[in-house]
């Protein structure tokens, strides 16, 4: 089979318990050799691409217009539960509360007790860490490890859009919609897995296209501090009790919750078989709030259309929508997304395509809250060259920190400007953000957005002088200014 051929160049899902990987360990060696880069209070590895889609298989509404101005409200921030506790929902580049705060800063130092670096992704991860584990560091690192050891093991090689086009047309899982805070909806059909990969026991082929799903979440339909999770429907549609693939779900589910914490919002079930759904009132009874708040049954259509447009799902699953025949690049629509809102013309007419391009890469991925840094800092987004036109034609206000990009042409191969002569604001010296002084040989010029939000105070000081000043500054003397740095992130201390 050719998909089976192709797959054996990928390696099997990891279990848990996996020893690290020899060659992640070698890569961290290697790294620790070199001058420290943080990013959100932890040590940076280098992360390459998860995933490869050509331009014309990003569906054209990923990313729908009415995010560049939804404000997500309380209920979209936080999950809250009758006896008071809640769990948190949106972890960017939103702000964080005291015991959050608090929680991440042991996080932080426990990391580096432990001599731990990580990818800038799982680092913008470490609350979701916290909160799957409670609040224990010890725990939470070890897991954000694990999800790294994973990673640096799957994409040896990025996903290819490619050498899956045949796998994703099964319609096995797709985005169909969003729901009425916009997050994405995923639909796994547990009865399209092909029959040998059932006689074959090829699970992996499953999980394959799931992470695909994921990662082109991640890339093209998330924004840091607005949309961060997704909805996952579940279609039990033709299978008998016998027939459904228990371990596969279970697999789905363990893997998911471990590898993409915090990244499931709710999972709804349908078309279950009559003797299940004689059940549901029973599992209801023996289910937690936490647990029923993120399993929904769905026994009426109202079950799910009560939190989506039923025009963004199929008429199997209890939306209005005609069943799909096409899967890649995936059928997303866009808005209106909130429930009993008839869409009209000349809303779907002008509605504006491509408008996942108005992040960058990196952008995607967000950033923690810095108390150190005016609210404005913190929520800021990464924006692409592009932006500006983006808001434009969605009809909205440029955002004051779009600043004028520099020309493609006019920037160097790591996107800096050409004149290696003139330092730009990216380019500036950072510590490790460590407690204790460190000798000059640790500091290190770096060119990432991503971890200029990892300053203090001082250092951003120095990266608002004027350009004519800050060439004036000798090394030393801009040594001397990382060198007086000397606190942890979120660690209270005042600077100093």
């Known amino acids: 089979m050719a998909v089976a ?63 560049l101005s939804f404000q997500p409200d309380d209920q979209a921030v936080f999950a809250r539960f009758v006896n008071g506790d809640c769990e948190r929902k949106l972890h960017c580049n939103i702000e964080l509360t005291h015991e959050e705060l608090e929680a991440l800063r042991l996080l932080q130092e426990e990391a580096r007790a432990q001599h731990v670096a990580l990818p800038v992704s799982i680092s913008a991860s470490a609350t979701r860490y916290l909160s799957h584990s409670h609040g224990d560091p010890k725990k939470a690192l070890k897991m ?61 082929l499953v ?27 579940i279609d ?8 459904i693939p228990i371990g596969v779900l279970r697999e789905v589910h363990r893997s998911m919750g471990m590898y993409y914490v915090g990244r499931i919002f709710r999972f709804y079930i349908c078309n279950m078989p009559r003797i299940l759904g004689t059940l549901v009132p029973l599992a209801k009874k023996v289910l937690t709030e936490r647990q029923r708040q993120k399993l929904v049954f769905v026994c009426r259509p109202e079950d799910i259309t009560r939190d989506m447009a039923d025009r963004q799902i199929e008429e199997d699953l209890g939306g209005s929508r005609p069943p799909l025949k096409d899967f890649f690049p995936f059928p997303l629509l866009p808005g209106p997304f909130e429930p009993n809102t008839p869409p009209s013309p000349r809303c779907l007419n002008e509605a504006v395509p491509g408008v996942h391009k108005v992040l960058t890469a990196e952008g995607s991925k967000g950033r923690l809250w810095n108390w150190r840094k005016k609210p404005e800092e913190n929520q800021r987004l990464d924006f692409s060259d592009c932006a500006a036109d983006i808001f434009r034609k969605c009809g909205l206000p440029v955002p004051a920190e779009i600043a004028p990009k520099v020309p ?51 250092d951003e000081a120095a990266l608002d002088e004027p350009r004519g000043i800050r060439d004036r500054r000798s090394k030393l003397q801009e040594v001397e200014v990382v060198q007086r740095r000397r606190c942890c992130l979120f660690s209270g201390c005042g600077g100093g």
């Not at 394959?208 to 949309?227: N, T």
């Not at 800096?416 to 000798?439: C, F, G």
Request: some cysteine; aromatic content about 8%; glycine content about 4%.
């Open 236 to 243: 039990l549609k033709d299978l008998t009790l016998s027939q």
């Open 5 to 67: 051929a192709a797959m054996r160049h990928f390696p099997p899902w990891p279990s848990s318990t996996s020893s690290h990987n020899s060659r992640a360990q070698a890569s961290r060696d290697g790294f620790f050799a070199e001058p420290a880069v943080v990013a959100n209070g932890i040590r940076v590895l280098p992360e390459s691409s998860s995933i490869e889609i050509e331009e014309q298989n990003v569906a054209p509404f990923s990313l729908p217009q009415e995010v």
């Open 408 to 458: 493609t042409s006019a920037r160097g191969l790591d996107g800096a400007e050409a004149d290696h002569n003139v330092r730009t604001p990216r380019e500036v010296l950072i510590t490790n953000s460590m407690d204790e002084e460190l000798p000059h040989s640790e500091a290190v010029v770096v060119s990432d957005e991503s971890t200029k939000d990892s300053l203090s105070n001082a």
């Open 144 to 204: 954000m490890e694990t999800t790294a050891e994973w990673r640096t093991s799957y994409f040896t090689r990025p996903l290819s859009d490619a050498d899956m086009a045949e796998d994703l047309q099964l319609g096995l899982a797709y985005f169909t919609g969003r729901d009425k805070a916009l997050r994405p909806v995923l639909v796994f059909r547990a009865a399209r897995i092909p029959a040998a990969w059932h006689r074959e026991r090829r699970y992996d």
């Open 207 to 233: 999980i394959r296209v799931l992470v695909f799903c994921m990662e082109y979440f991640l890339r093209y339909m998330a924004v840091p501090g607005k949309i961060e999770s997704i909805n996952v429907v």
